[in-house]
């Protein structure tokens, strides 16, 4: 049962990285591009490590957020 939650969220990290490679929509992009870290962080906690967890999550959430105040100032789309 662990490890189907590990792969479950392995699935997810690389279904988001994709998904913010594919789609041409910048926003959208930015968002599935700061999914990713929170699925591996995820991953993280499944594996006892909740410090390197929450860094994860604190700096995939501080890109994203500096990613989307650059884009607000750029165009949007390709």
Partial sequence: MFEYFLYLSSTFAVIFSYLAVE????????????GAP??????YLLLQAPDIAITEVS???????????????????E
């Fill in 23 to 34: 789609t041409k929509d910048l926003l959208y992009s930015v968002i599935f591009l700061g």
């Fill in 38 to 43: 929170v699925s591996i962080s995820i991953y």
């Fill in 59 to 77: 700096v995939s959430a501080l890109l994203t957020a500096l990613f989307i105040i650059t884009l607000n100032r750029t165009r949007r789309f």
